[in-house]
């Protein structure tokens, strides 16, 4: 406040640049979180099974997908039989109606602590995990520091190495799977001009920002499927 009163009382003589830049940056931070609610809430309606359901629809089918599927989830571990499976999993088995043998929902969490120690990176569940059938579903977060860099790649190396969690299995067949916006419906015009506005400036926003996956490294990666996720911003 005090610096807004110091700014105003100099306001034309150049005290506008810093309050125009603030505007301007609160603006964006405040479409950004708008933004990404409605990217959340598009996910959410797409989780419709629970683990269990996914688990039994998994268990009942007479064929699988013979290459594992790694899906970086943006959703909480799920942790019990009855929390909702991750929206990304009920797009992949409407896209291929079939589910890999081996399935694993990763998800990227970075804790309020500058550091974490290795024995403490990795929260695992197991919903199933039978080496003799050579199957598993397993959740799995993975937790790194504010002062760390999240290394995705030796994430996944670390995973594929543990014969535990996924037995007999290759992961240079892995499947990576990502969601992404894709933003729908740009003709259909909002009755308030303002969300128009702010619709426009999410999608610039998004467009020239870097996605998670190549913050994380993945962007070259052979392996990686990204669903286009529809997303209506009006």
Request: glycine content about 6%; aromatic content about 10%; overall charge positive.
């Amino acid at each position: 406040i005090n610096f807004l009163v110091a700014n105003s009382l100099k306001f034309l003589q150049g005290g506008f640049v810093p309050v125009t830049v603030g505007l301007i940056l609160f603006t964006i931070m405040r479409t950004w979180g708008w933004g990404r609610k409605h990217w959340r809430e598009t996910l959410a309606k797409h989780a419709k099974m629970t683990i269990g359901e996914v688990l039994a629809r998994k268990q009942r089918q007479k064929h699988s997908l013979e290459r594992s599927l790694l899906l970086l989830t943006h959703e909480k571990q799920a942790m019990n039989k009855n929390d909702q499976a991750p929206a990304l999993l009920q797009l992949f088995i409407n896209q291929y109606h079939l589910l890999p043998k081996h399935v694993i929902c990763l998800n990227i969490h970075q804790t309020r602590h500058p550091y974490i120690d290795d024995d403490d990176r990795y929260i695992i569940k197991e919903f199933e995990n039978n080496h003799k059938k050579g199957v598993s579903f397993l959740t799995i977060t993975a937790q790194f520091g504010f002062m760390e860099a999240p290394n995705v790649e030796k994430v996944i190396q670390d995973i594929a190495d543990n014969e535990n969690l996924t037995p007999n299995d290759d992961m240079k067949d892995w499947i990576i799977y990502v969601g992404r916006e894709r933003f729908a419906d740009r003709k259909q015009k909002h009755p308030k001009r303002i969300v128009r506005l702010k619709g426009l400036l999410y999608s610039l926003l998004v467009n020239n920002s870097t996605p998670s996956y190549e913050y994380y490294g993945l962007g070259d990666d052979k392996r990686l499927s990204a669903e286009l996720v529809p997303v209506n911003l009006v």
